[in-house]
């Protein structure tokens, strides 16, 4: 069974990237996402081992020091990271992971494991990212301004990915994520691997 790939998508909050991997999950088989650690609370309707794994700050820190995770960082003050255990287990066992992280982390991840495959999303327009964080109805004017700060820092490192995708048509952004899924699944190295029997009936 040939390796899975693993994808990391990255984007500014309130870009989309959340929803577009959802629906990518959905409706394709054999791609699993990550589900990271954090020291953060959980959020309303947030499920333990669904959309996080919730741990305290001195968990997290003895996960980091015995170098459980693939990446790490810290975001708004709270910690973020990625088991890599979990993440080999599920490539060698042929599965796509999907990493859903920021740019450092995908930077951390790239260094140790070149071959991933890096997406970035923007929004359309500041404003159309401004709406979207304004709508989320979770945070005051005080934390949206600081969350369009760092979106703008976030943006400029677009240049370090693969990918580029401009969520303004949801359909047409999902489109263009699962495209670029599916090229990858057909790689030579990939088909050769997958349709061994039928290379060797038909050129024998």
């Known amino acids: 069974m040939s390796r899975g790939t693993l994808f990391i998508v990255a984007a500014p909050s309130g870009a989309g990237k959340t929803s577009l991997v959802k629906e990518l999950v959905d409706g394709c088989s054999r791609i699993l996402v990550s589900v990271s650690h954090t020291t953060r609370a959980a959020r309303p309707g947030e499920l333990e081992g669904r959309d996080y794994h919730f741990v305290s700050q001195q968990r997290f820190q003895s996960m980091a020091d015995e170098g459980a995770f693939l990446e790490h960082a810290e975001v708004f003050g709270n910690r973020y990271g990625t088991s ?7 490539l060698k066992a042929g ?22 495959v890096s997406l970035f999303i923007l929004p359309p327009s500041r404003q159309t990212l401004q709406d979207r964080l304004q709508g989320r109805g979770q945070d005051d004017a005080q934390v949206i ?7 703008v820092s ?10 580029l995708i401009v969520n303004d048509c949801f359909d047409t952004a999902l489109e263009e994520l699962r495209a670029i899924v599916i090229a990858r699944r057909l790689r030579l190295q990939v088909q050769r691997e997958k349709h061994q029997q039928l290379l060797t009936q038909l050129l024998s």
């Open 154 to 163: 976030e943006m400029t490192h677009y240049v370090e990915f693969d990918y």
């Open 145 to 151: 301004a600081a969350r369009m700060a760092e979106a």
């Open 95 to 116: 599965d796509d992971v999907i990493l859903e992280i920021d740019w450092q982390g995908g930077a951390q991840v790239r260094r140790l494991m070149p071959d991933a």
């Open 84 to 90: 890599q255990l979990w993440v080999e287990e599920r």
